[in-house]
């Protein structure tokens, strides 16, 4: 009779970081106790440009609620978020704090298992699926390193923030473009296209 469950023989391991044990709390409706940890990160914490390093501090507060059906668990995290900045590409650090709430069902007789949703192994529940799904759909898509980062100029690719609201390609004038561009064609390897330079001379006007 144990055709739709699946291998009930690996258990939880208590000492995996994100395993909660609800042995102290009472199977009474109505109980409840909170818990604060600090833990390493899990592996995979990335969706686009940004994710949460493996190992990282995962700042946790934990309630833990026993209902009927089972122990509802509601945890917020706070996690510290590295990437590149979608805009000019330079690192960015920033905080975020998700909320999540799960019911861990009480485990069921054969034939009786609940697909969609969560159960308690024992006393012990897992978190760690639950706040995954969290942290990654709270990810951000885009990170910036300043809300309003001017990203890179498009001629010469450098980085606006450092290069000022001055910065720009008007004509062969600004001292700092024609070092950069010294630079660049100097440096330039065999085979890449070399930056536009037919207006340098001023040639072939009327
Ligand atoms: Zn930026
Ligand atoms: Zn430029």
Redesign the pocket.
Known sequence: MSSSRRSPATRLDPRRPLVFDTRTLPRSPGSARTETRTVPAPADLQAGLAGVAEGADLRLDVMLESVTEGVLVTATAVAPVTGE?A??L?PVAQTIEVSCRELFSYEQGAGNTDEDGYSLDGDLLDLEPVLRDALVLTLPLAP???ED?P?LCAECGALL?QAGPEHGHDRATDPRWAGLRQRMTQAEPVGSPVPETREESGRGRP
């Open positions: 900045c805009r000019c330079e910036l390193c300043q980062c990203g923030a």
